[in-house]
């Protein structure tokens, strides 16, 4: 199965960044850039086989706290991008915190510990529990 990543950022160089290290992290990986966060982006988190998103650029609203809260009842893999004293969305859900200016090794990394945690086989459960 292909691995999907979305970028979410209104700037389409930090977008083009991420992109390329992503494709060249995990070969093959399918990439779509949403610069905003709207009904589209929604679609694209409920319909396809989200791996990770990259959230970066959005200040703290309704929209951006709705994405964080539906990627966390997915269980999809977020990292969200910024400096220390900007405003980003910072409240719930899970996610990982990448400082920017980012390196190519710190995503490349993330990227790594996503794709061997989706990898990973489900133990069965103990039939004792069951």
Same mark, same amino acid.
């Given at each position: 199965?292909?691995? #999907?990543?979305?970028?979410? /950022? ?14 060249? !992290?995990?070969?093959?990986? =399918?990439? +779509?850039?949403?610069?905003?966060? /709207?009904?589209? !982006?929604?679609? +694209?988190?409920?319909?396809?086989? #989200? ?9 703290? /609203?309704? *929209?951006? &706290?709705? +994405?964080? *809260?539906?990627?966390? =009842? ?5 990292? &969200? +991008?910024? !400096? !220390?004293?900007?405003?980003? #969305? ?14 190519g090794e710190a995503v490349a990394?993330?990227?790594? =510990? ?15 529990? #069951?």
């Amino acid at each position: 199965m292909t691995a #999907v990543f979305l970028i979410l /950022d209104p700037d389409p160089y930090v977008a083009e960044d991420l992109s390329e290290i992503v494709r060249e !992290t995990v070969p093959g990986a =399918q990439v +779509i850039h949403a610069p905003e966060i /709207d009904r589209h !982006t929604m679609t +694209i988190v409920d319909e396809m086989s #989200v791996v990770g998103v990259f959230l970066s650029g959005f200040a703290e /609203d309704e *929209a951006s &706290r709705a +994405i964080v *809260a539906r990627l966390s =009842q997915r269980g999809v893999a977020l990292a &969200r +991008i910024g !400096t !220390t004293g900007e405003r980003r #969305v910072t409240s719930g859900g899970p996610g990982a915190c990448v400082q920017a200016p980012f390196t190519g090794e710190a995503v490349a990394n993330l990227l790594r =510990q996503w794709t061997r945690d989706r990898d990973r086989p489900v133990a069965p459960p103990d039939p004792g529990l #069951v």
